[in-house]
């Protein structure tokens, strides 16, 4: 299947925020009641006020959830959705990182019906056919959530579950560099890493199609060239818009094509232990490339030209390698997950949530491959 599904309109430029009451307004019905996703940091920080204040022209009334800190539960999402049901908001922002953008994106899309989120996870059931429109504005960069027809949260029983689904599709992007300055390095570095691995996976999988490797391969090449200096320079806004353009593009390559081997290793990771989704992506991508290289030679190849090397599928552990290094992603988790022995891993990553992950891959695993992938990742100095 080769398809190049809509995205949203994707609005660009450092304060761009302080438009939001036109992009509101210019929204399906023009929307009058708005609900408010942020992470409570930023709330705190005063960014809310700067909303309200976008928001303020006009006899606009403005719900705010801030119960927000790290990857939302089912409950959370519930709660924000009572509340949009309750206060009939007409349309949904989400500010933050992936996971407000998440929250954001399920709340529109489950508030017009009855039902609680597990009910819509791993499509057990068709989401409501109406969303409320829901603009999204990542404050790092990142998962692409705001081009992305997935949403990801923690089911009742502690474990990761996600949506999908076309009404999960954000009516509008803004990507404004200016929210993004105060983010520190070592989230920098980790976002900006998922965002590369989310490239290089859409663009070397098996589902990997011409006409999505274009925007696979702009945005690794906007990762090269800006992720080292948004990590050392944070208030450098030409770095940090380039990086929320690289996260977007990634964002909407895999949501035509999807991920594969490094995400299945990162998924299993984030279930077992406190590991960052991007860092964990990238220690995946390390670890599984020398065994995927050789399943899809030329496509990796276009990977190392992209990061600045020879066309040379054999030059890309040593691009990453660098890349990574200069980032200053830490390799070892020895740290995090001390007890994990490599056959608990490779029994978490051959579940059947992370089959998609597995089987898109240009290279079959077996069993024994999830094994020898499990002892690379966790043996990493
Ligand atoms: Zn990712």
């Not at 940091?41 to 801030?66: H, M, P, Y």
């Not at 709660?79 to 529109?108: E, M, N, P, T, Y």
Request: aromatic content about 2%; hydrophobic content about 50%.
């Amino acid at each position: 299947m080769k398809t190049l599904l809509p995205v949203p309109e994707i609005a660009i430029g450092a304060g761009r925020i302080d438009q939001l009451g036109a992009d509101i307004a210019g929204l399906p019905g023009a929307p009058e009641r708005v609900l408010l996703v942020i992470d409570r940091f930023l709330a705190k920080a005063g960014v809310a006020e700067r909303i309200r204040a976008a928001l303020a022209a006009g006899r606009r009334t403005l719900s705010l959830w801030d119960d927000l800190a790290g990857e939302p539960s089912g409950a959370q999402i519930d709660a924000a959705a009572d509340l949009a049901r309750r206060d009939r908001v007409q349309a949904v922002v989400g500010i933050g990182g992936g996971s407000a953008l998440d929250v954001a994106k399920l709340v529109a899309a489950i508030a017009p019906g009855a039902a609680r989120v597990e009910h819509y996870a791993f499509c057990a059931h068709p989401l409501p056919a109406r969303p409320l429109p829901a603009v999204c504005v990542p404050t790092t960069a990142g998962t692409g959530s705001e081009t992305t027809h997935t949403a990801v949260f923690t089911n009742a029983a502690g474990r990761k579950a996600w949506a999908w689904g076309p009404e999960l599709a954000a009516a509008k992007a803004i990507l404004d560099s200016s929210l993004t300055v105060s983010l520190p390095a070592t989230l920098t570095a980790a976002t900006g890493i998922d965002a590369l691995v989310h490239a290089v996976e859409s663009c070397t999988n098996a589902n990997r199609f011409e006409a999505n490797d274009l925007l696979a391969h702009a945005a690794i090449r906007l990762v090269a060239r800006h992720l080292p200096t948004a990590v050392r320079e944070p208030q450098n806004l030409a770095a940090r818009e380039g990086m929320l353009v690289a996260s977007c593009y990634a964002g909407i390559a895999i949501n035509n094509a999807g991920t594969a081997i490094a995400h299945n290793i990162a998924h299993a990771l984030g279930s077992l232990g406190k590991v960052h989704h991007g860092r964990a992506a990238g220690l995946g991508l390390r670890a599984s490339l020398p065994w995927s290289l050789d399943a899809s030679a030329p496509a990796f190849a276009a990977v190392a030209d992209a990061l600045g090397g020879p066309r040379d599928a054999t030059a890309l552990p040593g691009l990453i390698e660098r890349l990574i290094g200069a980032v200053g992603l830490k390799t070892s988790l020895a740290d995090e997950l001390p007890g994990l022995t490599p056959e608990r891993l490779a029994l978490e990553m051959a579940l059947p949530e992370n089959e998609a992950m597995r089987r898109s891959s240009a290279r079959p695993s077996t069993d024994g491959d999830l094994l020898h992938l499990a002892r690379a990742v966790l043996t990493a100095a």
